[in-house]
């Protein structure tokens, strides 16, 4: 919660506190006005106290109605807000903070934390923590308290709860992220400087090409490692993907072409043969075409010469299921729920040694998140692996193309 949005709930709480209050006193004056009064010599005429008590009435009422609406309004507050008196009972207590009082070991627990900073701020002293739960789930919680002054001295305390279990999740991630982004950039750029040192060292013709060869290989995995990187921060950006139905056909021709060189090199056959022309996928072309590109890189990289690759695409329910096999190392069943993690290797040094950056996974997999899809993978080692893309299909075009040439 920002500091504004703290000050900004003070206010509201204690203007909701001095709200009830006066509400309350207006209600006492009403009912006495309503009350005849025997003690009084000279009472005034019937017609000016019948007006006053409207007009208190009609205040009591807007007052009545200010308060029933900051009260709705702060039980629509996803934060926990707790509001004691001066002598410390529960004067409001919003529906997030509610949850709080229940039953389960982990909510006794946040409760008498909250109880605790509350009691801090009653003594004039703003208090904060962070709370781990370890529940099952797992949470943690912010809690903080602030002392209410009602014409300069406490009147009482409000307390805080939010829940920030998600946000440290990403702050944690985003840490490893950094971490990892750094350690994968710097094997590289060691390199690089080792390799022009040496050659500025000065050594004979055929090491420096040597060298400078090197270089060139080392500069180009630092590309590909900064690629991949931009690749996957426009996915995770573009949550929801632009969508048009498009033929899944043309879609993997595409992927086709840009790893066809890399195939060719290792003498790896991709038969995509079986792809029905007919069958459409609503989509962001870009996006799915690098799906199926990384998809396609990996089998051939991970593949012997001479081993084929092969795609297919079926209707199943909704969906098309864009399937992409090898029959070439395969993945230890450990590390299979771990692949589409960034920068998670099976075989490090074959990754290093093939080019791979460890992104390409995690690139498909949020690809088959924008689309509302998913992917799946089945591998034996020693065997092969298929990568399934699962992606909504769209109306089929009306005939299948491929009969008509
Ligand atoms: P990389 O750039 O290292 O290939 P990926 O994210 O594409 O990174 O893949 C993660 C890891 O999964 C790879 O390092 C590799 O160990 C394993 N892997 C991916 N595809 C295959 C495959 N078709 N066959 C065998 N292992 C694979």
New binding site residues.
């Given amino acids: 919660m920002t500091a504004l949005a703290l000050v900004f709930f003070v206010c509201a709480v204690a203007l909701l506190v001095a709200v009830l209050i006066s509400a309350r006193r207006l209600e006492r004056r009403v009912a006495a006005l309503a009350e005849p009064n025997d003690a009084d010599a000279n009472p005034a005429p019937t017609e000016r106290i019948d007006a006053m008590l409207a007009q208190l009435e009609v205040d009591a009422e807007g007052l009545r109605v200010d308060r029933d609406r900051l009260a709705a309004a702060l039980h629509a507050v996803p934060d926990g807000v707790t509001v004691v008196g001066r002598d410390g009972h529960v004067l409001v207590c919003n529906a997030a903070a509610t949850r709080f009082s229940g039953a389960r070991h982990s909510d006794a627990v946040a409760e008498q934390a909250i109880g605790e900073l509350l009691d801090q701020a009653l003594h004039g002293q703003p208090a904060e923590r962070e709370l781990i739960l370890f529940g099952p789930p797992r949470q943690t919680l912010h809690l903080r308290a602030f002392p209410l002054p009602q014409d300069g001295s406490p009147s009482g305390a409000v307390a805080f709860v939010r829940d920030v279990t998600e946000a440290r999740r990403i702050e944690s991630m985003r840490r490893d992220f950094v971490a990892n982004v750094s350690h994968e950039l710097r094997t590289p750029i060691g390199a690089l400087a080792v390799l022009a040192e040496t050659i500025a060292a000065g050594t004979d013709g055929e090491v420096t090409a040597r060298l400078a060869e090197r270089m060139v290989s080392e500069s180009e995995r630092l590309a590909r490692i900064v690629e991949d990187l931009l690749d996957l921060s426009i996915v995770e950006a573009q949550e929801r993907a632009g969508r048009e139905p498009l033929p899944i056909i043309a879609l993997v021709g595409d992927a086709v072409d840009q790893v066809r060189l890399a195939a060719e090199d290792a003498r790896i056959s991709i038969d995509a043969s079986n792809v029905p022309a007919n069958l459409r996928v609503d989509c962001d072309r870009r996006q799915v075409v690098s799906a199926i590109y990384?998809l396609l890189d990996?089998?051939v990289?991970?593949s012997e010469s001479g081993q084929p690759v092969e795609v297919t695409a079926e209707l199943r329910d909704a969906r098309c299921a864009i399937a992409v096999r090898?029959h070439?190392?395969?993945?230890p069943s450990r590390d299979l729920e771990r692949?589409f993690e960034r920068f998670?290797?099976?075989?490090r040094a074959?990754?290093r040694q093939t080019g791979?950056?460890?992104?390409?996974?995690?690139i498909v997999r949020h690809v088959a998140q924008n689309h509302g899809g998913e992917v799946t993978v089945e591998?034996h080692e020693g065997e092969g692996?298929t990568?399934t893309l699962l992606l909504p299909s769209a109306a089929p075009v009306a005939r299948d193309l491929s009969e008509a040439s």
């Fill in positions: 990384n990996n089998a990289k991970y090898d070439g190392i395969g993945i692949v998670y290797r099976v075989d074959r990754s791979g950056t460890g992104l390409g996974l995690a591998s692996t990568f």
